[in-house]
């Protein structure tokens, strides 16, 4: 199986790019921003006092347009115990009774951006589509979006919606 190549980083201040990206991921733009804004805002929220590597996130719902859920990473000195801003973000969501997410969007201070977890992509394997795009920001805010089937291996699907309403 040949190895995918990362996308190229674009500038989130290159508004040919971002127009570009909201087309080909059925966003707009204002989405896009928000997500950007949310996602940088919520570093400030780490609790990261072992790594020192801050990790802001963002979920749009679909439940409802415009409702987003923002996480920030949380360590633990029992490093298993920590949890990442993606599932934080995406704990909000669902305990809020949003379990259907159209786009998610993380940021951290490095470069290039950092892509989600192994946890973190399983994890939003239950509640997102596959064609969902992750949105990920570096330190100078360029970013790289790939879909949640371009970062997961294959798994077994999620439970029908009607499955999860069970568990409620």
Not at 24 to 29: A, C, Q, R, T, V
């Amino acid at each position: 199986m040949p190895v995918q190549q990362a996308p190229q980083a674009s500038s989130s201040a290159d508004a040919a790019a971002v127009s570009a990206t909201c087309r080909e991921h059925s966003l707009s733009e204002a989405e896009f921003r928000e997500l950007h804004r949310r996602c940088v805002d919520a570093k400030a929220m780490a609790y990261c006092p072992y790594s020192q590597f801050r990790v802001g996130a963002s979920v749009e719902s679909m439940d409802g347009g415009g409702v987003f859920f923002d996480g920030a990473n949380v360590e633990n000195a029992s490093y298993p115990v920590t949890t990442c801003a993606e599932r934080v973000a995406m704990a909000k969501a669902v305990t809020e009774g949003h379990r259907r997410v159209r786009a998610v969007a993380v940021a951290t201070d490095v470069a290039p951006p950092a892509s989600p977890c192994g946890m973190c992509r399983q994890f939003m394997r239950e509640f997102c589509d596959l064609k969902v795009p992750i949105i990920m920001f570096d330190k100078d805010d360029n970013y790289i979006v790939m879909r949640l089937e371009e970062v997961t291996p294959p798994a077994p699907p999620a439970p029908p919606e009607h499955h999860r309403e069970e568990h409620n």
